[in-house]
């Protein structure tokens, strides 16, 4: 599953082409997963699905926040909820 999904981002890349490997990573991590965990092949789905999984990975990545919890994060809307 792994060999597989790795050949089918691959596949994609054109020679002599950069591409950037963290988000190439996280592409054939998320079809391994869908795959994996939910029986799901969202390759067709990557289009759609893939701002709205980088804005999530924004959110919960680990940044300042780990050490200042009540940093400002621009484009983060928080209420007094999130603090808990």
């Known amino acids: 599953m792994m060999i597989e999904q790795t050949d089918r981002v691959s596949s994609t890349w054109k020679e002599d082409e950069t591409v950037d490997m963290l988000v190439e990573a996280r592409k054939i991590a998320l079809l391994i997963i869908m795959q994996a965990l939910f029986s799901k092949d969202v390759w067709t789905d990557l289009p759609r699905i893939w701002d709205p999984i980088l804005k999530a990975i924004r959110y919960i ?11 400002p994060r621009p484009r983060i809307q928080e209420t ?4 808990g």
Do not use: C, K, Q, T
């Not at 990545?61 to 940093?71: M, N, Q, S």
């Not at 007094?80 to 603090?83: R, Y």
């Open 61 to 71: 990545a680990p940044g300042a926040w780990i050490v200042w919890r009540r940093i």
């Open 80 to 83: 007094s909820e999130d603090f």
